[in-house]
C-alpha cells in the first residue's frame, strides 16, 4: 500500500500570499505604485458575495488598492459595459475582475472580452487565452487562469520543480474554459502528455488508470474511485461540492459537508500525493489572483516582476503567511 501525501494547498496559499505581499512592498518603496484590484458583482448571489468579500481581504493583506462594485441584479448589460469601459481607462486599477455567473441579461462572453487584457486578472479574456497555449510556460504565457495556475504551482511542489513535470501522462477530467481547457494548456506548456477526459469519453476509468497527474475538475462529488487511480499517481481534486452528512440524510439537522470530485477515502493508500477538500486547490485561487494583481502592475508599467512570482516558484514553506 502507498503511503499518500496529503498536498497543503493552505500552507502554499500562504507563502504565496506572503511572496506577493512583500514583492508589493518593494514595488511601493522602490516606485511608488502600488496595485489596485477592482473586483465586480452584480447581484446579491451569497455564493458570489462570500468569494467577493474573499478577495478584497486578500488584496488589503497584500497591501494592494481598489474597489468593490456592486450592480443591482437588474442591471443592464451596456451599464456594466460601460463600467467596464471606465475601469479600463482608470491608470489606478491594475486587475479587473467581474464575478461569474451573470444575471440572464448579461453576456459573460462580451463582458470578458470587453475587458483590457493587461486587467484581466482572471485570464478569461481571448488574447490571454491565445497567450496561453502559444507561451508555453507560465513566465512566457500573458495572465493566466488562476485555479488551474494554483493547480500547476502544487504539482511543481511534488514532483520537483518545472522539470519534474516533463514526460509525465496527465489527465484532466473536465473541458470547462475556466478550468479543464486551461489545465490541459498548462500541463502541455510543462512537457506533460495530455489528454482531456470529460462526459463523453469512452470507458474513463481505464483512461485515469493511465495517469501519473491526474486533475479532476467536473464538479460531480467523489465520482472518481479509488480504483479508477494509478499507484503512486499525483491527484488533483479542484471539486468543491457540498452534500449532506449522514445524519442530515436521516433528517438529523440539516448539515453538510464539503466533498470533491475523487473519493478521498479510497484515494488514500493508493495515491502517491492527493489534494483535500477543502484545504487543497481553494486557497490557491485566490493566492493567484493576488499573483496575477502584482503581475499586472509590473507589466503595466514596464517594470520586471519578481522571477518568483513570474514562475510562480518556491515550495510551500516559502516566503511566510499572509
Avoid at 37 to 47: E, H, I, R
Avoid at 240 to 255: E, F, K, L, Q
Avoid at 269 to 284: L, Q, R, W, Y
Wanted: proline share 7%.
Amino acid at each position: 500500500m502507498t503511503e499518500t501525501r496529503i498536498i497543503d494547498g493552505k500552507a502554499y496559499a500562504a507563502g504565496l500570499r506572503g511572496r506577493v505581499a512583500d514583492a508589493a512592498r518593494t514595488l511601493a518603496s522602490r516606485h511608488g505604485v502600488v496595485p489596485g484590484l477592482v473586483t465586480v458583482l452584480v447581484g446579491a448571489d451569497p455564493a458570489s458575495q462570500v468569494y467577493v468579500r474573499s478577495k478584497g481581504r486578500a488584496a488589503a493583506e497584500a497591501g494592494f488598492g481598489g474597489d468593490s462594485i456592486v450592480l443591482p441584479e437588474t442591471a443592464a448589460e451596456d451599464e456594466l459595459l460601460a463600467l467596464i469601459a471606465r475601469l479600463n481607462a482608470d491608470p489606478g486599477v491594475d486587475g479587473i475582475l467581474v464575478q461569474l455567473p451573470l444575471p440572464r441579461q448579461i453576456s459573460a462572453d462580451r463582458v470578458i472580452a470587453a475587458i483590457d487584457p493587461a486587467k484581466d486578472v482572471d485570464g478569461f479574456h481571448p488574447v490571454n487565452v491565445a497567450a496561453l497555449w502559444s507561451g508555453g510556460d507560465v513566465a512566457g504565457a500573458g495572465l493566466v487562469p488562476c485555479t488551474p495556475l494554483g493547480c500547476l504551482l502544487l504539482l511543481r511542489d511534488v514532483l520537483g520543480g518545472s522539470g519534474g513535470l516533463a514526460g509525465r501522462e496527465a489527465v484532466v477530467i473536465g473541458r470547462s474554459h475556466i478550468v479543464g481547457k486551461p489545465m490541459a494548456g498548462l500541463l502541455i506548456g510543462a512537457d506533460c502528455t495530455v489528454t482531456v477526459a470529460h462526459s463523453r469519453t469512452r470507458d474513463l476509468p481505464a483512461v485515469c488508470r493511465r495517469a501519473e497527474i491526474l486533475v479532476a475538475a467536473v464538479g460531480r462529488p467523489e465520482m472518481v474511485r479509488g480504483d479508477w487511480l494509478r499507484p503512486g499517481a499525483t491527484v488533483i481534486d479542484v471539486g468543491i461540492n457540498r452534500v449532506d452528512a449522514p445524519d442530515a440524510a436521516a433528517g438529523g439537522g440539516g448539515r453538510s459537508r464539503l466533498v470533491g470530485d475523487v473519493a478521498f477515502a479510497e484515494a488514500q493508500g493508493i495515491a502517491g500525493a492527493i489534494t483535500p477538500v477543502p484545504g487543497g486547490v481553494g486557497p490557491m485561487t485566490i493566492a493567484c489572483l493576488m499573483r496575477n494583481t502584482l503581475v499586472a502592475a509590473c507589466r503595466r508599467r514596464g517594470l520586471a516582476v519578481p522571477p518568483e512570482l513570474l514562475a510562480g516558484g518556491g515550495p510551500a514553506s516559502a516566503g511566510g503567511g499572509a
